[in-house]
């Protein structure tokens, strides 16, 4: 059996510039797929307009490129792509696999995230409510193998229940595109971080109900601030600072438990990625869901 090419991916939401915890999800990505020679693409996900800030996705490109990570292939916006994701939905709703839900903010709150189904037999119409894929009990199971969190499983029906794929405002949802395109593209190996393990499984089950591949997952720690919180934007994540590029890739590498020779810190960017690829060796990463960023890196937030 011949293998389709390795190919990873980073895909990063224009809604600030790269912070360390973005850096370090974009140089394992990097380096996991280099030493499999495989190809790494970079693909925007630009689909949320209220979030994404201005000039980010330009300045994420260019961080990323002064960082020595030079991607394969063109750049895919997903802003480009809202047709291909509407027409999967259309092909969805052929197969009476989707309802359309007008359930209010209230309502879904008494619901502790797990949709009962209330729509399911209404009727109701696209235009102006929400598109939910329904889950099927005989396939709602869903366990997967993390390449460092381990095995993984979850019951859709009693975790989730039918969600949400298109909102009611008409934006896709997360959930949708990154498989779609994960799966034009062709990605054989995912590798982000630990906040997106929980929504794999219902990643899985969409593609199982299109008839896509299933990738390999590795899930990072997420990098936090002084407070156990994600870096963020909104949790004074700092921007990557430049001109520091070497500290910046030798410090996420010991962060990676990677093991970095000290003088390693004085070669250039490219050098330094060149030794993460060749030395990269994913089993030192702990399971752990957060593990804090340097100093340095949080507390001056991003302008
Ligand atoms: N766009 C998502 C984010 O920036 C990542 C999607 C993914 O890697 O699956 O959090």
Redesign the pocket.
């Known amino acids: 059996m011949i293998l389709p090419p390795s190919k990873g991916r980073f895909?990063?939401?224009p809604s600030g510039p790269l912070h360390f915890g973005s850096l370090v999800c974009a140089l394992a990505s990097y380096a996991d797929i280099k030493s499999k020679r495989g190809k790494w693409l970079v693909r925007i996900?630009d689909i949320d307009p209220p979030r994404e800030v201005k000039g980010a996705s330009r300045q994420i490109l260019l961080q990323l490129e002064s960082h020595g990570l030079r991607w394969d292939d063109s750049v895919v916006y997903q802003s480009n792509r809202l047709s291909l994701y509407s027409e999967i939905i259309n092909d969805l709703q052929n197969k009476g696999a989707i309802y359309f839900c007008d359930c209010n903010r209230a309502r879904l709150r008494e619901l502790n995230g797990v949709y009962d189904k209330f729509c399911k037999t209404r009727q109701l119409i696209s235009e102006g409510n929400a598109t939910r894929l329904i889950i099927n009990s005989d396939l709602d199971y869903i366990s997967f193998n993390d390449a460092i969190f381990g095995w993984q499983e979850q019951n859709l029906t009693t975790n989730v229940g039918d969600f949400i794929i298109r909102r009611r405002d008409g934006l896709i949802s997360?959930q949708l595109a990154?498989i779609v395109d994960d799966n034009a593209q062709g990605i054989t190996d995912?590798l982000?971080g630990s906040d997106?393990l929980g929504s794999t499984h219902r990643q899985i089950f969409l593609q199982r109900m299109l008839g896509f591949p299933q990738p390999n997952y590795t899930h990072l720690p997420i990098a936090t601030s002084k407070n156990n919180l994600k870096l963020s934007k909104q949790n004074l994540a700092s921007e990557l600072p430049a001109g520091r590029e070497s500290e910046n890739l030798w410090l996420a590498l010991k962060w990676l438990k990677q093991n970095p020779p000290q003088d390693l810190k004085v070669l250039s960017a490219e050098e330094i990625v060149g030794w993460a690829v060749a030395n990269w060796n994913p089993t030192t990463i702990p399971p752990k869901t957060i593990q804090r960023a340097p100093e340095g890196f949080y507390d001056t937030p991003c302008k």
Do not use: F, G, N, T
Request: proline residues 11%; glycine residues 0%; neutral net charge.
């Open positions: 895909a990063p939401s996900e997360y990154v995912i982000r997106l």
